[in-house]
Structures are given as C-alpha cells and as structure tokens.
C-alpha cells in the first residue's frame, strides 16, 4: 500500500476513538460554535477613565458537518482571526461554546485538550514566519504528534509530504531551501499528519506570490477529497472563497450578516454589507465592471493562476 493509500486508511478514525472528553451523543455536526462572544479590554487613555473595550466577537454562531468547507469572509476588523482563534482555543471567549465531536473545547482540562487538537489543526498566513528557520522540515512537520518510535515519526513524515505533493527526501532539508509556495506545503503536512478531522486556515494564501495562490488551493480541495477533512477557511479574498468552500459566511463588526452558498451570495446577496464587498471586487480588464456579477470568481481564478509554481 503506498503512502497515500495508508494515510487515507487512517484519515478519519471513528468517532468513538476521539480523544478523552469524548461523548456519543454530540451534535450531528462537526463543529457547532454557540453565541461566541469576545471582549478584550484595552489600556485605560487616562488615569480617570474607564478602560476602553473591543467587541471583537457578538454572538456568532454557526455549524460546519464532516468533510464540508465553510469560508468566512469580512474586511480587516471584522472578527474573522478572532474567530478563528476561538475555535482553535487559542484564547478563551467571553461567553458561548466551541464544540468539536461534542466537546466544550473551552471546558476541558489542559491534557485533554492537548489531545483533542489532534482533531484539529490550523494553517496559518504567513509560510516564512510559520515555520522555524533552525528546523528540519522532519521536525517542523511531527511538531503535533505525541512522541514516536523514530521508524514511525519517519514514515508519518513521509506520507504526509507526499500528500501534499513534496519528495520524502524533503524531510531532511530547511525552510529556506523551498519557495514560498512549497513552503506553505509543508505548513498544511504539519497539520495534516494528525490526521484531523477540522483545519482551520486563516488567510493560508495572501501571503503567497498570484502565480502560486491557485495551486495551494486546489491542493486544499484535493485533500478535502482524498480525507474527508473539513475545512474553516478565513479570507478577505472573495474569488479564493468562491473557489474552494461549500458555504460562505459574511462577518461585519464581530456579527455574522449573511451565510449562503457562493453562488447565492455572490450573485443574490441580500445583505447591503455583502453587496458592498461584491461590489469592491473590480473585474481586470473592465472599468466599471464586478468580477463576481460578471461570471464568477472561480473562472477568474482559474484564468488568472498559471498551472506551475515557479522552480526553487
């Protein structure tokens, strides 16, 4: 069986292995986030006064089932990282619920979590800041796993790089040595060699060169896939979230204004919020013109990204 055959094999354990917390009757849906809430308090801007506070998050709420993609889009401001903080519990909310296979990820204790995020994993923005410079790409990629006979580390290590298209002799090489592209496959092998049902992918493509936007991207579908993973994809990028996500979900002000398909609010939107991010969407080529109103965002990717990345 070659390695891509026994990690598929592996991919998605049933649900009564999940880690310690586990209970049979959790939602029918993967993740379900419950009236989050997120306030952060910031420096008093005098002795006198009280000090000023950040409603990042006001009551979202939302579900996302097995092997689905939901895309949250919204302007800089919006809550969109914050969200995706919460949900990874990188940071505690204010009130309401993470619930991941029918745990409160917010309620359990530390050692359990730590088992959980096996679970779950996130792919962050920045492919150069993300991965440590003094580190093999072997010891990037097993970070999350618990320790391992050094014949199974390897052979993890080499199922998960193929996956996502890199050479197993990769293993033994640094970051600076792979283009940005190559490098923001190793990030999504390092999440994906827990094997996770969710992955949280906050911006995983702004960062990144046009020319090689577009092959992460489908990188990201063909493991959805392959695996079944669900994805959390958070972007400002209209035409990406059209391109790779089952539902959309528009946040404005820490609040979730309108989720629907891509097609219905790309072309449908009802929201005046949506409408203005639409309609900030100029089409190359033509003044005066939308590119979502105007054939959809996915053609536009697919006509805009070249097929091949750039060689090292």
Request: net charge neutral; with cysteine.
């Amino acid at each position: 069986m070659n390695p891509v055959a026994r990690m598929k094999s592996g991919a998605l354990p049933s649900q009564t292995d999940a880690a310690p917390g586990f209970h049979p009757g959790y939602e029918e849906a993967l993740l379900t986030v419950t009236d989050l809430v997120k306030h952060y308090r910031l420096p008093r801007e005098s002795l006198l006064s009280p000090p000023p506070i950040v409603h990042a998050l006001q009551g979202v709420s939302f579900t996302l089932e097995a092997g689905r993609s939901l895309g949250i889009v919204g302007e800089s401001g919006s809550g969109k990282s914050t969200l995706a903080r919460l949900v990874m519990a990188l940071e505690a909310p204010t009130s309401g619920r993470v619930t991941l296979l029918g745990r409160d990820l917010h309620a359990l204790p530390h050692r359990e979590l730590r088992e959980a995020r096996r679970d779950f994993q996130m792919v962050f923005q920045d492919p150069y800041g993300s991965l440590d410079p003094r580190q093999r790409v072997q010891q990037i990629v097993t970070e999350p796993l618990p320790p391992l006979p050094v014949r199974e580390r390897r052979q993890r290590v080499a199922e998960a790089l193929d996956a996502v298209g890199l050479r197993p002799a990769d293993a033994d090489k640094y970051p600076h040595e792979f283009s940005g592209g190559q490098r923001q496959r190793i990030a999504i092998a390092r999440a994906l060699i827990t094997r996770p049902k969710l992955i949280v992918a906050d911006e995983p493509v702004s960062a990144l060169d046009v020319s090689v936007q577009a092959q992460v991207l489908n990188l990201m579908q063909d493991l959805r896939a392959e695996f079944g993973i669900a994805f959390l994809f958070i972007s400002h990028d209209l035409a990406v979230v059209d391109h790779l996500c089952d539902e959309v979900a528009v946040m404005q002000a820490g609040r979730i204004v309108e989720r629907g398909t891509p097609e219905r609010l790309f072309r449908h939107a009802e929201h005046p919020y949506t409408r203005a991010l639409i309609d900030a969407v100029p089409q190359p080529g033509t003044p005066g013109r939308r590119a979502l109103r105007a054939g959809g965002a996915s053609s536009r990717v697919a006509s805009t990204f070249p097929d091949q990345e750039s060689p090292r």
